[in-house]
């Protein structure tokens, strides 16, 4: 299975987030090909499309208590991080990066509910 992979630079995440001055904040977002796929056909959209990742006030949440990851078709304001994939331009609010913080994140697609999966480690 491909997979893309990417370690946000710290650098760029500093500059970008003036509270955090001089912190380094360290994670890891995993996107699979089906995942990206999967925003394709849930979207529906024609690319290039962004999609911007945040975390949303609901559920019972993985790693932050009360937290869910949600996504949104939005064109970038504050970028704290952002990647291009398959035409997709995934990307994370300046504002949102401490969901991310210390974190591996994965989105791969469940194969029995044909669904998008988001783990954490």
């Given at each position: ?8 630079n ?33 979207f529906?959209?024609?690319k290039?499309?962004?999609i ?19 996504f ?7 970028i ?11 990307f ?14 994965t ?15």
């Amino acid at each position: 299975m491909l997979f893309y992979q990417f370690l946000i630079n710290t650098i760029s995440i500093v500059m970008n987030h003036p509270l955090r001055k001089g912190w380094c904040i360290n994670m890891i977002i995993s996107i699979d090909e089906r995942a990206t796929t999967w925003f394709t056909s849930e979207f529906e959209f024609n690319k290039p499309f962004s999609i911007r990742m945040f975390p949303q006030y609901a559920g019972f949440g993985q790693k932050h208590k009360g937290y869910s990851m949600a996504f949104s078709a939005e064109k970038p304001a504050n970028i704290g991080f952002t990647k291009e994939i398959n035409g997709i331009t995934f990307f994370v609010e300046g504002s949102d990066v401490w969901f991310f913080e210390d974190t591996e994140t994965t989105l791969s697609v469940d194969n029995l509910l044909n669904e998008l999966q988001v783990t954490y480690k």
